[in-house]
């Protein structure tokens, strides 16, 4: 197991491709079994594919700090973070990126619910939404699949909401 970050050169973020060995499982995600009780993936035929790139909470805080240039990065990983932010397609009100899913600012709570239950992306999978450099605030969510978009944007909302009207 080896960290991308530091096959690659961007050694502020590793991400890592793995099976979860137990030293790491506390950077790993749980979920929860229908009697509430911890499960993790158990390894199998597609336990590697199902992992895949995993990542914990400090990873992806600095992936967003990147997105951010709070991070400093080399001429080439800056081109291809930037690149993450270009939109192409226009979507009721947000435009889809590869990454990001970017709202003009000031977005409303309606607008940001509506484009996501357009889009529908498993929260896991996916940081919240852009950061927003103007204001330098940016929210990472990580959830399960069981926990739903809505209450994830709605937290996330909040909580950029709180944020920017506390720096007024």
Known sequence: MRAIGERIGLAPIR???RISRRSRRGDDAQGYT???GPIRLKAGVLASEAYGVGSCM???SRF???NMEL?????????????TRVGYQDARGMVQ?????????????????????LIGKD?????????????QVGVVILANKSY?????????YRIVDSIVRAER
């Open 148 to 156: 739903p978009l809505s209450a994830g944007a709605a937290a996330g």
């Open 97 to 117: 990126s590869l990454i990001w899913e970017p709202h003009p600012y000031p977005v409303s709570i309606d607008a940001l619910l509506a484009s996501d239950d």
């Open 34 to 36: 229908k009697r509430n």
């Open 64 to 66: 967003v700090g990147a």
């Open 58 to 60: 400090a990873d992806r």
């Open 15 to 17: 991400f890592v491709f």
């Open 71 to 83: 991070v400093p990065l080399g001429k080439k990983w800056a081109r291809a973070v930037n690149a």
């Open 123 to 135: 929260v896991a999978a996916t940081p919240f939404k852009p950061p927003l450099p103007p204001k």
